[in-house]
């Protein structure tokens, strides 16, 4: 059984999640930490509760969800795991923070291994299938897990809402489709954690979401 922890860290409230089963295994999905408290609640958390960190994961690199890489890989020694697609259309965290105004130094560090639609990530006794979800970025990915009915969507699709399409490589019918396609064709009780906001399930948003 995974326990979902999620924190909601930076300028853009993304949330950040962990998981953990009981093996004690994690993995990081979207570390957005960003100032000092943030780290420090992160890493409480994870001695609070004798986890060891195997896995960073990024649905995609926004900046809001990359900011903590630097921390996870300094604290953990891990490299975060993106889709190729994200990592050579995206501008760079620093130049994405100048465009956002955020003046704040920021380090990069660089994707330790592209990952890609259905591979499947392996933690403790569990797995995460990897789904390929773009249009708000073109390397958007969702993390899924069958047996305990859940996904991390990123930005693709929110509480009664869906990704913006204006930034880098976005574009509106594409994720449409691909929401369509990949999230709202799993099980109707399969609980959605997005990137910002509360987290919702399949069947709320095949029946609410105005953008669907
Ligand atoms: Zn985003
Ligand atoms: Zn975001």
Redesign the pocket.
Known sequence: MITVKSFEFNY?S?NTYLLHDETREAVLIDCGCFRKEEELELSNYVIANKLTVTHLLCTHL?L??VFGNEFVNRTYGLKPQAHKADAETLPSPQEQAKLFGIQDKIQTIPIGKYIVGNEIIKFGNSELLVLLVPGHSPGSLIFYNKKDGFAIVG?AIFNRSIGRTDLWGGNHDVLVAAIKDKILSLPDETILYP??GPATNVIEENLNNPFL
Request: charged share 25%; hydrophobic share 25%; aromatic share 12%.
């Open positions: 853009f993304v926004h809001d969800h930005d990137g910002h």
